[in-house]
């Protein structure tokens, strides 16, 4: 059964690196969002912009604000019954971001 959620990173927080064990899908309502993910790439949404996050630990990645104001966000989960929403991670060997806030 599909969780959802609002998601608050005030300025400068981070998500902390981590994977989702289900599909996690994703509007952000407010601020700007900046991700780094598993193969490098950053991607930056804005308000109204919609995404998705896939699943298992082949697609780690990270999220931050790094705005002066809060990034708000709400997502849809597609956890499987009795795992985690999200598993933290190590920041990768590769990674120069560092891990803010681990995630919920």
């Known amino acids: 059964m599909p969780v959802v959620r609002t998601i608050t990173l005030g300025p400068g927080d981070s998500t902390g690196w981590h994977y989702h064990p289900g599909r996690v899908d994703v509007v952000v309502l407010a601020g700007t969002l900046t991700r780094t993910l598993h193969d490098g790439r950053v991607e ?31 997502a849809r989960y597609e956890a499987p019954a009795g795992r985690p929403l999200a598993v933290c991670v190590p920041v990768p060997g590769w990674s120069r971001s560092g891990a803010g806030r681990r995630a919920d």
């Open 44 to 74: 930056v949404s804005r308000a109204g912009d919609c995404l998705v996050e896939h699943a298992g630990p082949g697609y780690v990645h990270v999220g931050h604000n790094h705005g002066s104001v809060p990034v708000v966000l709400v």
